[in-house]
């Protein structure tokens, strides 16, 4: 089955910025997105079509594609973005949508 | 502002069935797919099924194909999933999630989900 690797976690100093990184063979072909977990809620998506910031969610989000990787950055961190980071993505080989296993960003 | 509430939960026996519900308002119900992610407790998300904008085209994880189903009722705004033949591993909070097309798979709106324990 298709997989979507991503660090575990990510620590960060606020200001600072953060980079969190997400691996599959079929992203080169496919869309993938980014959505936000705060810890007890439900989540949010911050990122559509690779680099596309949805309305309401702040200018430090990004996203970028290069190859089999995607990048969600989080330039100048604040403490409310500490949260879970998942990368989103549809299957190379059918009609799936899959997840990357999360990466927990701490600020510090 | 655009909503889904998620509703049905419960504890339920293994082998035994449930149906979640998921009322959506403020958005024009009939022109989105729509989707189940579940969470199970302390893990990521996973991916349970999608919807069609009109039913008509459904898809499921293999974790739950042939025991679960989705369906949708346009004239009440309504998502569903009928869960059956449930397992301790489908204990999760179950959110479901407004989408895009058949084509592009990715979720935008949310709702707050609503658990379910599969337990004896």
């Known amino acids: 089955s298709y997989e979507l690797t991503q660090p575990p976690s990510v620590s960060v100093s606020p200001g600072q910025t953060a980079t969190i990184t997400c691996s599959g063979d079929a992203l080169p072909k496919k869309y993938a997105y980014w959505y936000q977990q705060r810890t007890g809620q439900a989540p949010v998506m911050v990122i559509y079509?690779?680099?596309q910031r949805p309305s309401g969610i702040p200018e430090r989000f990004s996203g970028s594609s290069s190859g089999t990787t995607v990048t969600l950055t989080i330039n100048g961190v604040q403490a409310e973005d500490e949260a879970d980071y998942y990368c989103q993505s549809k299957d190379k080989s059918g009609p799936y949508a899959v997840f990357g296993g999360g990466t927990k960003l701490t600020v510090l | 502002q655009m909503q889904l509430e998620e509703s049905g939960g419960g504890v339920v026996q293994p082998g035994r069935s449930l149906r979640l519900s998921c009322a959506a308002s403020k958005f024009t119900f009939n022109m989105y797919a729509m989707h189940w992610v579940r969470q199970a407790p302390g893990k990521g998300l996973e991916w349970v099924a999608i919807?069609?904008?009109?039913?008509?085209?459904?898809s499921y994880a293999d974790s739950v194909k042939g025991r679960f189903t989705i369906s949708r009722d346009n004239s009440n705004n309504t998502l569903s999933l009928h869960m059956n033949s449930l397992r301790p591993e489908d204990t999760a909070i179950y959110y479901c999630a407004r989408g895009d097309t058949m084509v592009n798979y990715y979720m935008d709106v949310w709702g707050k989900g609503t658990t379910v324990t599969v337990s004896s």
């Open positions: 079509k690779d680099n």
């Open positions: 919807i069609s904008e009109d039913g008509g085209d459904k």
